[in-house]
């Protein structure tokens, strides 16, 4: 019975204190500030250990019990703002960490488990809140914003999902790997919580996202289809209802909008019906109007003596000119000892090819020279970063300099 008690009155607390408790979670990451409002809320809280304090100076936190009961009851919430607080939680993590770090070397063995145990949990809710903001996505991609009838609004519901997407694959692009890998050190907990199990929610996450971003571009195009053939609906029946003697022939069809009086080209396909009489006259005619076969003669081959190819004349190869440009570059800048650009080579030659085909075959050469002359010069390519593709980049000039010390 004591135990039936103890959790009858732990209900009840939260009951009657539900009102900062959810503040807590939903606003302030879990943390009951230490004000006269909430001083019922923390005593009871402590009573019940629903919350944990590791100094009397430091405010109280809910306990992890707590918080994954109210990370059940308030999913639909926290799917429409997941992508805000990751940053938070993550920030929250690192904290956490340091903590840690801090209390090993102290050696404060308890302190460095509480903080361990702050960071796992964080991390849990970092995990949970990937999860979630996806299944926001999956939502609407499920349903196709089809609660909502008005095609505009239904298009404008689908671009605010767009740009949290993009806004989201933004949140995701900060976190580093390399940096998890250097904050977990040969830590074995945080190699687990930083190597292992955080990357592993990001990279499915990640696929998930693209995914969504996808489907929801495609839908966003249905949509705009749907829009103009309602747009094009609306006109025509806006004659019907603005004029009431109104009626559809081929005498005004000029009054039809001219989007709408048009048609796209047919392509008929015709058969002849060999077994018909009807067109026997008409393939006479197509019969009679084809051209005649000319038989192909047969080619009499005479065979030719064998021929010693070194005694007949040698045929010059005519010189590459964009091979010459590039050696005539490399030569000066080995005897003058100046940087050029190899943009300007290029308009004051003018070698009748494109820039990017004169940028490769100037790295190509200069790839291909002997060592010697390959360690006299270095190749400076002045590039940007694509913006879609951060993989990519664009090189506008490549400067080739000479490297100083190296003697040819």
Not at 2 to 24: E, F, I, N, Q
Not at 145 to 168: C, G, P, S, V
Request: hydrophobic share 40%; net charge negative; charged share 25%.
């Amino acid at each position: 019975m004591a135990r039936l008690d103890d959790a009858a009155d732990g209900l009840k607390s939260l009951a009657t204190h539900h009102g900062p408790v959810l503040d807590a979670y939903l606003n302030h990451r879990g943390t009951l500030h230490d004000t006269e409002e909430n001083q019922a809320a923390i005593k009871a809280l402590l009573k019940h250990h629903l919350a944990w304090q590791l100094d009397p100076d430091e405010p109280v936190q809910l306990s992890r019990a707590l918080t994954t009961t109210l990370s059940a009851v308030t999913r639909s919430y926290r799917m429409s703002s997941a992508n805000v607080v990751i940053g938070h939680l993550w920030s929250e993590i690192e904290e956490a960490i340091n903590g840690y770090q801090e209390a090993k070397k102290r050696g404060a063995e308890e302190d460095s488990l509480t903080y361990l145990g702050i960071a796992f949990e964080y991390g849990q809710q970092l995990i949970e809140g990937l999860t979630e903001s996806i299944a926001m996505f999956s939502h609407h991609i499920s349903s196709g914003f089809t609660h909502i009838h008005n095609l505009d609004l239904r298009a404008r519901e689908n671009r605010k999902m767009i740009d949290r997407a993009t806004e989201f694959n933004n949140i995701l692009s900060t976190f580093d790997y390399q940096d998890l890998q250097a904050k977990a050190g040969r830590d074995p907990d945080l190699r687990r919580l930083l190597r292992k199990a955080i990357p592993k929610a990001l990279e499915a996450c990640r696929k998930e996202l693209i995914y969504a971003i996808d489907r929801l571009t495609d839908m966003l195009h249905t949509i705009n289809r749907q829009q103009r053939k309602s747009r094009l609906i609306d006109s025509v029946l806006g004659l019907y209802q603005n004029q009431e003697t109104y009626t559809a022939n081929i005498d005004n069809l000029d009054k039809i909008p001219q989007v709408l009086n048009r048609a796209e080209a047919v392509m008929v396909s015709a058969k002849a019906d060999i077994r018909n009489p009807d067109h026997e006259e008409d393939l006479a005619e197509i019969v009679h109007k084809l051209p005649p076969i000319v038989p192909v003669e047969e080619e009499e081959h005479e065979e030719e003596p064998v021929k010693n190819a070194l005694e007949g004349e040698a045929e010059l190869l005519p010189v590459d000119p964009i091979r010459t440009a590039v050696l005539d570059a490399v030569s000066l800048v080995q005897e003058t000892s100046q940087s050029i650009s190899a943009y300007e080579v290029y308009k004051v030659l003018e070698l009748g090819c494109e820039p990017e085909l004169w940028f490769m075959a100037l790295v190509n050469e200069v790839y291909g020279l002997p060592d010697i002359d390959r360690k006299s010069i270095c190749l400076d390519f002045l590039e940007r970063q694509d913006d879609t593709f951060r993989g990519n980049y664009w090189v506008s000039d490549i400067v080739i300099q000479p490297v100083s010390g190296v003697v040819v």
